[in-house]
T-cell receptor, first 115, second 111 residues
Framework: AQSVTQLGSHVSVSEGALVLLRCNYS??????LFWYVQYPNQGLQLLLK??????LVKGINGFEAEFKKSETSFHLTKPSAHMSDAAEYFC?????????????FGQGTILTVHP | DVKVTQSSRYLVKRTGEKVFLECVQD?????MFWYRQDPGLGLRLIYF???????EKGDIPEGYSVSREKKERFSLILESASTNQTSMYLC??????????FGEGSRLTVL
């Protein structure tokens, strides 16, 4: 079984500041990990994914995440926030293989960006 | 441009009504999923399907059923809607790349 915990349901940053969204997971097998973003009134869009290759994963819109097995973490970062980054972000885990798509999601973190 | 289309963006139904939520994908994906999204709970898997006429229960299947008669279409059915089924419903598909493609969601209100 797997689970995901996102620390902080709301995160607020100033434009230009560092964005850090935290995600911790538990999984009984080596996991595949994902970050998705949801803009208002839209479905979810993939930001980036970790599938057991490089531990530092780069995604779209300047986001990246680092897989740390010892800390069971997959935190999402962006060096400089932009107003257009305001959205809800979801971390998700799956054991992969034939379970593709059978993701377990965290509860989501709403990112607010102030001018 | 790849697409997952959910037929209804907003629905209002009465308690006890039968509700159909339709989802169509144009990517020839084998795998399709129905998730429910509630504030503070994230997304929870209701049902999924890896092939035509095949279905498997997810984490919260109670009160729901599904139908997959064609590869591109996956329907979610609420046999007798209840107020606790008021929610956002998201359909998704994948072809074993690990990336889920989502529709824009169907927001259901049950009165």
């Amino acid at each position: 079984a797997q689970s995901v915990t996102q620390l902080g349901s709301h995160v607020s940053v100033s434009e230009g500041a560092l964005v850090l969204l935290r995600c911790n997971y538990s999984s009984s097998v080596p996991p595949y990990l994902f970050w998705y973003v949801q803009y208002p009134n839209q479905g979810l869009q993939l930001l980036l994914k970790y599938t057991s290759a490089a531990t530092l994963v780069k995604g779209i819109n300047g986001f990246e995440a680092e897989f740390k097995k010892s800390e069971t973490s997959f935190h999402l970062t962006k060096p400089s926030a932009h107003m257009s980054d305001a959205a809800e972000y979801f971390c998700a885990v799956t054991p992969g293989g034939t379970s593709y798509g059978k993701l377990t999601f965290g509860q989501g973190t709403i990112l607010t960006v102030h001018p | 441009d790849v697409k997952v289309t959910q037929s209804s963006r907003y629905l209002v139904k009465r308690t006890g009504e039968k509700v159909f939520l339709e989802c169509v994908q144009d990517m020839d994906h084998e795998n399709m999923f129905w998730y429910r999204q509630d504030p503070g709970l994230g997304l929870r898997l209701i049902y999924f399907s890896y092939d035509v006429k095949m279905k498997e229960k997810g984490d919260i299947p109670e009160g729901y059923s599904v139908s997959r008669e064609k590869k591109e279409r996956f329907s979610l059915i609420l046999e007798s809607a209840s107020t606790n089924q008021t929610s956002m419903y998201l359909c998704a598909s994948t072809s074993n790349t690990g990336e889920l493609f989502f529709g824009e969601g169907s927001r259901l209100t049950v009165l």
